[in-house]
């Protein structure tokens, strides 16, 4: 193997693996390598719950295997598609004539006991008439069905690789967290662990003021490939006594600050909560205006993420803007402004969410000169006429507010994102043919460059829908 | 030159095969004899067909069925082709092996099947010994043939094609080449496979004592041509046929497969040694222990972990190991199952960015293989591993237990006398809160 070949292959792996949730990319990574460099036939599990994540999944693999040269057909079995395992058979050896790997995409949980008992009778007849990769699109439960009832095919399988997500992935956004910025590649961070677990081994141990950033370090490593629960096991049970032995209170603060943003992304809101009202104690202990006002911000984001909007909205106004504004910290003013218009929003006071964004927020940001934020401002405006079917005010929003100034930062994937946007409008006031020629000839090919696989598929949902719509037979769309 | 394993990770992982069993003379053959505690297996087994390996004397009896029992993936196969080494010879056996998965649908499997296919193995390995019947050790065989089978009405139109295809003719080969069609209907034809059962059932005892008198024929030319004594025959794959399979072929079948007076081995999944209604049948008492890496008294096994070791750097070089640590965690954590070995290996040569495997990658995979049993294990199923772990007793086999052993997380030491759990297992919550509410 060329080494040449093996690093562009890598490098593709793991810029493919960027398009897919953080807490996957190594399996998602571990997948692409097997498929690439394992024997030519294979039985693999893939586990995923969530159809438009698993499409984003599966057509992230066929990207670099067609790099690699390697032609991957799909097959979706439901019971409309396929009688039993032997017309299923009978296509798998179709295909394998001219594909090297094949997606066997269970739907509606067509794979129930008796076809796998059917599969298994016939496991090692399909090596030999199928001879090429077969990975098998299961749910969680269809896995288990397999591993218990069918125990020889499990006994068979070349890999499971798990894409479970919880429940299934919203169409409508859910809270959006930024990763801090890390422009190390994957390998280099992995590689990087596997240093600071030399450093940590060492013995005799290393005092606890040099080993303390060791976990630091290793902790924002992990949650930054998505490994949250090894991170915050690290900031719990390693970083945190230590630091509260050493009596470091600011650093036990940081880190109580650190362990809550880990459990607020895994959606463990209440959890977030009793480690925040600690970390709240010492900001108030010290008296740290700024530290005290970014974690009670902290406190109301978790309440709104439990719906409890009244509340989080009285604390962002009556303990957390004050504090901004006496500090005259406008940028913290003007973001907590749009978390209070977010909050309406969510509550369906569109007028009122309205009025904050175009008094509150939109000044700020222009003060500033920040044209980024008040774009984004403008598009949240947008979204809200939109909601109240004004939208011939939205559209215009979204044409001379919003795209010149993406255009002008040269943000491509903002601008297609506003072109998903302006597609919605069209599709809203019935201009589909119009809608239709933005998502297909702009919007979605720009995403698919950029690698947005999520957004990408969300519009191509959208697109679905204006074609029904259209009552238009589907064309060719971007691979 | 002499063999030299993979120094590269991607070659590794291109190379990895779970299912394949080591031909005898493959350079990668590891001797696990000591390291199994398995020195008497081979003696024991040569003793149930009344040979005696320390004097070689060999008294066989007129027929022996004998099952040999282990854990799947653990190499039963591979030590069995090297035991056919020590059985054959001119005072001994001709060893004729007979793998069901190559020649018939080991899913759907009959005695009658079975049978077929030991009779085209026996042929063709006579044939290739330069051994000739006469006509009259052919013609009971060919007679049931041309009586029951190419004249069977539910048959014609199948007989019909095949007298259409190629000229079977007569003799050695012409038999070979009609078992073949026979065993390849059995494999693959849907629309014939059940009614050449019935047709063998309904004249198996014809056909039973055709072929034994064959087998008695091709003995007594084996013993004049100086080549063996008797025929040994070694049926492998039947270890891996499925549950309702298993117990038709060696619980509601055995008497058919007793029928055949000759030697005969079958490979069986371990848990069929704790079926009730197995006993009495068919010499049920022998079978290939696991690798042990500890005695019962957990002290280490020393040759346990060596041989593991050649086993996995016949696999992958040493270079391609950070250190001695990543060789022996991943050692450990295959509880001296070969399969589970390779299985850990593998997900390394996945996980590991470079061509280097270190212990943060050994200990990921680790975490991966456990994964895959917390799918299926129940807050049960965690409770009796760790109660068996901690009394260090054998305490049944009830249907949950030959599960456990079945789907490898529950594994079997020594002679059967103690068990494990898999050593992954132990690292899953489900068993550390089971370990908690026992203490």
Known sequence: MKTADVFRFDHRRHLAATAVRPEHHADFNRLVKVLRYGSRFQFLLAECNDDLYRDLLIAKLNDVLAEEGMQ????????????????????????????????????????????????????????????????????????????????????????????????????????????????????QRSKRIAELHSYLNMQPPLPDDLILPLFDELAGLLKSLGDFDEALRIRREDALPRYRKMGDEHAVATSLANIADILTRQGKYEEALNIQKEELSIHQKFNDHSALARCLGNIATNYSYLKLFDFAQSMFQKQVLPIFQELKDDRSIAVTQGKIAQILCEKGQLTEALQVLQKDVLPIFRKLSDINSVAITYGQIAD?????????EAMHIRQEQELPVYRKLGDAHLVAITQGDIAAILQATGQYAEAAHILEDEAIPALLKIGDERSMAILRTRLEEIRQAMELPRTEEPA | MSYQPPDNILEVLQKIEYEEALAADDPRFVDTTVARGSQKTLYRLARKFSLDLSDGRFTPPLQKHVLFFGHVGIGKTTELRHYAKELNGRERFLVVEVDIALMLDRNNIKYADTLMAMAQELLKTLTLHNISLGSEALSELEHWFSQRVLSSENLRQFTGEIKAGAEVGGGIPGLIKLFAVFTSSFKTNKTYKEELRTVIRNSFSEFVAAFNYLLRQ????????????????????????????????????????????????????????????????????????????????????????????????????QTLFASDAEINR??????????????????????????????????????????????FLEPEDYKLLVEIDQNNLHIGNDKRTRDLLYRLALLEYNDGSWRRSHPVIRSLEGYIAAVNAIT
Request: overall charge negative.
């Open chain 1, 72 to 187: 991957a057909a799909r097959l979706n079995v439901s019971r409309q598609t396929y009688s039993n395992f032997a017309a299923l058979e009978t296509e798998m050896r179709r295909l394998a004539a001219d594909h090297q790997a094949l997606h066997i995409v269970d739907q509606h949980h067509w794979f129930d006991a008796e076809q796998l008992e059917a599969f298994n009778i016939r496991r090692e007849a399909v090596a030999q008439v199928v001879p090429i990769r077969l990975i098998f699109w299961l749910a969680t439960d269809t896995i288990k069905l397999l591993a218990l009832q069918a125990t020889d095919l499990w006994t068979w399988r070349g890999g499971v690789f798990s894409f479970a997500t919880q429940g299934h992935m919203e169409i409508s956004e859910p809270p959006q967290f930024m990763n801090d910025i890390d422009n190390r590649t994957q390998a």
């Open chain 1, 384 to 392: 809200i006429f939109c909601a109240q079917g004004q939208f011939s």
């Open chain 2, 218 to 317: 091709a003995e007594e030319s084996l013993v004049k041509a100086n080549i063996a004594k008797r025929v040994l025959f070694i049926i492998d794959g039947t270890d891996k046929l499925r549950g309702e399979d298993t117990r038709d072929f060696f619980v509601h079948d055995a008497e058919q497969l007793l029928a055949i007076e000759g030697h005969v081995i079958y490979t069986a999944p371990l848990n069929l040694k704790y079926e009730d209604n197995l006993a009495g049948k068919l010499d049920a008492d022998l079978w290939l222990p696991m690798i042990k890496l500890t005695d019962r008294d957990n002290h280490i096994w020393r040759p346990g972990w060596e041989a593991m070791r050649k086993i996995l750097l016949y696999r992958a070089a």
């Open chain 2, 330 to 375: 991943l050692i450990e954590y295959s509880g001296g199952h070969p399969r589970e070995m390779l299985r850990l290996l593998k997900l390394c040569c996945e996980l590991a960015e470079d061509d280097l495997i270190d212990i943060q990658t050994v200990d990921t995979a680790i975490k991966l293989l456990a994964s895959d049993y917390r799918r």
